[in-house]
């Protein structure tokens, strides 16, 4: 069953901490990326990679970190640097060489909250 | 920053009946895209559509596509409840440098 997990589905945060949201694909796509959505918005892209060992920053990458050791994982982490971390995260995928950033193939999101 | 706007925010219909939505963006795109989410769901990919083509059918998607007045609308034929979601059109730009999503339209199909 081919798809994108992301994990977990909650995630508390306390202060200073640093976590790490999961998300992992058997699609076997080259790109993968992350978005960030507060309620009632669209989503803001954060971090994007195209192939393994290389990623490029979103428009909102201060405060978050990724890392792409293997085709199938982009792990992020969202440091203590970022001051408004509460949001609900969204992990995808789209197969290369068709186009970066087209039909893009979405977990189901990791909701994020400080506590 | 957020390229798409969508209208309108919120949309409320019967079954059977058709939905349209809205989609207005600021620069020059290679495609625009539209997806749905239901509640604290991810995105679904329903279509595509690149700056040379104006219409393009999936089922019972129809999509059109105005570069001249920078919009793009998403029509839903003959709704059904299982339709409910939010929708948000999402712009690549020419330079291929990353895909950009509106605010969203939320429909909500009575049965």
């Known amino acids: 069953d081919g798809g994108i997990t992301q994990s977990p589905k909650y995630l508390f945060r306390k202060e200073g901490q640093n976590v790490t949201l999961s998300c992992e694909q058997n699609l076997n796509h080259d790109a993968m990326y992350w978005y960030r959505q507060d309620p009632g918005q669209g989503l803001r892209l954060i971090y994007y990679s195209q192939i393994v060992n290389d990623f490029q920053k979103g428009d909102i990458a201060e405060g978050y970190s990724v890392s792409r050791e293997k085709k199938e994982s982009f792990p992020l982490t969202v440091t203590s640097a970022q001051k408004n971390p509460t949001a609900f995260y969204l992990c995808?995928?789209?197969?290369?060489?068709?186009?970066?950033?087209?039909?893009?193939?979405f977990g189901s999101g990791t909701q994020l909250s400080v506590l | 920053s957020q390229q798409g706007e969508e209208d309108p925010q919120a949309l409320s219909i019967q079954e059977g009946e058709n939905a349209t939505m809205n989609c207005s963006y600021k620069t020059s795109i290679n495609n625009l895209q539209w997806y749905r989410q239901n509640s604290g769901r991810g995105l679904v990919h329903l279509i595509l559509i690149r700056s040379n083509e104006r219409e393009k059918h999936s089922g019972r998607l129809r999509v059109t596509l105005d570069t001249s007045k920078k919009s793009s609308s998403l029509l839903i034929t003959a709704s059904r409840a299982a339709d409910t979601a939010s929708y948000f059109c999402?712009?690549?730009?020419?330079?291929?440098?990353?895909?950009?999503f509106g605010t969203g339209t939320r429909l909500l199909v009575s049965p």
């Open positions: 999402a712009t690549v730009n020419t330079g291929f440098q990353k895909l950009v």
């Open positions: 995808a995928s789209s197969i290369q060489p068709t186009g970066i950033h087209e039909k893009l193939f």
